[in-house]
């Protein structure tokens, strides 16, 4: 294994796109698909706030779906852009560290609020007559919470895990965003443990 180093405290995001006419294609085509889903969750979250028909618990999960949809392509794509257009690919580990820990707990997050979303709508089908004693405000309010926190638990514990373990003198993540399993490949020591634990 490499000798590390603990001065470095930059990686090295290698990115998405090759230096060419078909880099900037692929840098345009996903910037117009970044603007659509920004606008589109932003219209949906909108609409559902001021349309009083849409006050129900399906609706309510369906907006906080677009705001963790907003918040998690927010992450990724706007260092990925500046990376591209700026020509400096290099992240902080702080700012490496921010990244994978808003990416992991919007992708939990978001996995649990699918869950309960499946839920609201098996007690509608499955159980008409209960589902406005089980479905109450509160509910709705406690399945966010507890989505958006257990994400936040998960993702503290990974992104804990990454930042303090030994990096080689390598740090460039063939990536194009700070994500936990490329950053292990880059570890100065045995992660076998972790990634069995995860998996």
Known sequence: MENYNQTLTNFLLLGLFPPSSIGLFLFIFIALIFLMALFGNLFMIILILLDTHLHTPMYFLLSQLSLMDLNYISTIVPKMASNYLSGNKSISLIGCGVQSFFFLTLAVAEALLLTSMAYDRYVAICLP???????????????????????SINSCAHTVYALQIPYCQSRAINHFFCDVPAMLTLACMDTWVYEYTVF
């Open 129 to 151: 007559l209960h589902y406005p004693v089980r479905m109450k405000k509160k509910v709705c309010v406690l399945m966010i919470i507890g989505s958006w926190t257990i994400g």
